[in-house]
């Protein structure tokens, strides 16, 4: 917590945002949903030359997932995600909040 903490450490690079997500709301899918990266390639002419692509790492190994349906349930999970996080700014004040509070 100290290292995140630090407004610089959280999200000090120019392509990283750290955003809170409050455990006061309802378990819906979104937190059950499990860690997810969401990969998106580089256009090659008119087209992409991989799909976009989800990874998922789990107990039993790592999926690699592409098709079109699936993609989107992940994109639908993101959105809620972002959502319901707090600002950048806002993420930053809770963990300062949090910080104070918890190291004297």
């Known amino acids: 917590m100290e290292r995140t903490a ?3 450490a959280a999200g000090g690079a120019p392509n990283v945002s750290v955003r809170v997500l409050p ?3 309802t378990i819906t899918q979104v937190v059950v949903s499990g860690g997810f990266v969401i990969l998106d390639f580089p256009t090659n002419g008119a087209r992409s030359a991989e799909p976009t692509t989800v ?3 789990g107990i039993s190994g790592a999926l690699y997932l ?6 989107r349930t992940y994109a639908e999970v993101w959105n ?3 959502a ?3 600002s950048v700014e806002e993420s930053r004040q809770r963990m300062q909040e ?3 509070r918890h190291h004297d």
């Open 80 to 82: 809620a995600l972002t």
């Open 6 to 8: 630090d407004p610089e």
């Open 55 to 57: 990874y998922s790492e």
């Open 23 to 25: 455990l006061n709301g």
């Open 66 to 71: 592409d098709r079109l349906d699936e993609v």
């Open 84 to 86: 319901q996080a707090l």
């Open 98 to 100: 949090i910080k104070e």
